[in-house]
C-alpha cells in the first residue's frame, strides 16, 4: 500500500514538472520564433499564451479528445451490462467513483484508462477484447485500467499526450514559417540573425525528440505496478495473465492508436517494428506475464 501511496505522488509531481519543462520549451520557440519575424517579445508573450491555453485545455478537455481521437463511443448499462458491471464491481471495491465505459470499435484486444482524477475518469475498451476475453480475462483488463487511475498514471499520461502534440505542432509551424522569412530576416540582422535562426531550427527539429522523451521518462514499471494493484483488486491473477497471453498471441495493431495515444494502452497499439519497438513505453508482454505469475 504505502507503494501505491509513493506512486500517486510521484505521479503529481511528475505532472506538475511535465506542464513546467512544456512552458519554458514553448516560450523558448517563442523567443527564437519572435526574433525571425522582428519582436523577441512578441513571440515569446504569444508563445506563453498558447502554452498557458493550451495546458489549460490539456488538463480539462485532455481525456475528451483522447476519445475522440481513438473513435471512442461511451456505453451505458442498457447497451452492455455485463461490462458496465464489471466496472462497477471493481470501482467499488477500488473505493473510487465508477469511471465512464467506452468502446472502440476494433478487433484487436486492448484497453486503456483516461481523464485527470478518479472523478473524471473514462475506461475504453475494444470490441476485440469485449469478444475474445471470457468474464474473468475481461476483470483482469478493467482491474489494471483501474490501478492506472487510482495512483493517478492517467494525469500524468493524458497531460503527455496533448502537450506532446502541441509541441511537435508548434515545431512543424516553426518550421514552416522560416521558410517563409528566414532569408529576410538574415538580411537584416546580419550574423546574429543568421545564429539566432539555426539555433531556432534545431529547436524545432528536436523538440519533437524531446517531447518523445519526455514521454519515455514516464516509466515502465508504472505498468507492472498497474498489473500488480489490478491482480490484487481481483485476488485473480490468473484473469489478467490469460488476457495479456491472448493478447500476446494475438499481435494485432488497434486501428485508430497513434504514437501519441500508445501509452496509454494496456499493451503497445502500434503496428511491431523496430522503430516502434524502440520508442515503446511498454515493458514486453512476456515479462509482465513472468512477473504476474511469481505473485
Known amino acids: 500500500m504505502s507503494k501505491l501511496y509513493h506512486q500517486i505522488s510521484v505521479n503529481k509531481w511528475k505532472s506538475y514538472f511535465l506542464i513546467f519543462f512544456f512552458m519554458v520549451l514553448v516560450s523558448v520557440l517563442g523567443l527564437v520564433f519572435g526574433f525571425v519575424w522582428g519582436d523577441p517579445y512578441v513571440g515569446l508573450g504569444l508563445a506563453l499564451i498558447i502554452a498557458v491555453v493550451w495546458t489549460l485545455i490539456a488538463y480539462f478537455t485532455g481525456s475528451k479528445q483522447i476519445l475522440a481521437l481513438s473513435n471512442a463511443k461511451e456505453i451505458t448499462r442498457e447497451d452492455d451490462l455485463e ?116 539555433i531556432g531550427v534545431v529547436l524545432a527539429i528536436l523538440s519533437p525528440f524531446i517531447a518523445q522523451l519526455i514521454k519515455l521518462s514516464i516509466s515502465r514499471k508504472r505498468e507492472y505496478l498497474a498489473d500488480a494493484s489490478g491482480a490484487l483488486l481481483t485476488r485473480n491473477p490468473k484473469g489478467l495473465i490469460n488476457a495479456l497471453k491472448k493478447i500476446q498471441n494475438q499481435n494485432k495493431p488497434v486501428k485508430y492508436a497513434t504514437p501519441a495515444t500508445a501509452l496509454l494502452y494496456i499493451s503497445n497499439p502500434l503496428k511491431k517494428g523496430w522503430f516502434n519497438n524502440l520508442f515503446s513505453t511498454h515493458p514486453p508482454l512476456a515479462e509482465r506475464i513472468k512477473k504476474l505469475e511469481s505473485y
Open 83 to 198: 461490462l458496465t458491471n464489471i466496472v462497477e464491481g471493481l470501482s467499488i471495491a477500488a473505493g473510487m467513483p465508477k469511471p465512464k465505459v467506452y468502446l472502440i470499435n476494433d478487433p484487436s484486444i486492448n484497453a486503456f484508462a483516461t481523464g485527470r482524477n478518479p472523478e473524471t475518469s473514462a475506461i475504453a475498451v475494444t470490441t476485440g477484447a469485449r469478444r475474445l476475453l471470457n468474464k474473468r480475462e475481461l476483470e483482469g483488463v478493467i482491474s489494471h485500467e483501474m490501478s492506472h487511475i487510482k495512483n493517478y498514471d492517467i494525469r500524468l499520461m493524458t497531460l503527455a499526450v496533448v502537450l506532446v502534440g502541441i509541441v511537435a505542432l508548434l515545431s512543424h509551424f516553426f518550421l514552416r514559417s522560416l521558410w517563409f522569412s528566414g532569408n529576410r530576416r538574415n538580411k537584416d540582422s546580419g550574423n546574429l540573425g543568421l545564429i539566432l535562426m539555426l
